[in-house]
């Protein structure tokens, strides 16, 4: 990503793609399970994920979808 597409998206979203990734990067010690999703430039989106069960992945969906939705609300 080039330091225009960055700026872009500090401005629009208030955050880049790399800082969200740096962010979880600094905790990384601290996380046990992490499930990504993600749009590439393409329009695909894949997933990428380690857990221990396919219920709490599910489970952190869930919470994520909940987390975006009262952000929209407010």
Do not use: H
């Not at 790399?18 to 600094?26: F, V």
């Not at 749009?39 to 994920?49: A, C, H, L, N």
């Amino acid at each position: 990503m080039n330091e225009f597409e960055e700026r872009k998206q500090k401005k629009e979203r208030g955050i880049t793609v790399k800082e969200t990734l740096n962010q979880a990067l600094d905790i990384a010690d601290d996380i046990e399970t992490i499930v990504i999703v993600y749009k590439k430039k393409d329009g695909t989106v894949p997933t990428s994920f380690n857990w221990e069960n396919s219920l709490e992945a599910l489970g952190m969906l869930e919470i994520g979808k909940a987390d975006i939705i009262s952000y929209l609300e407010t």
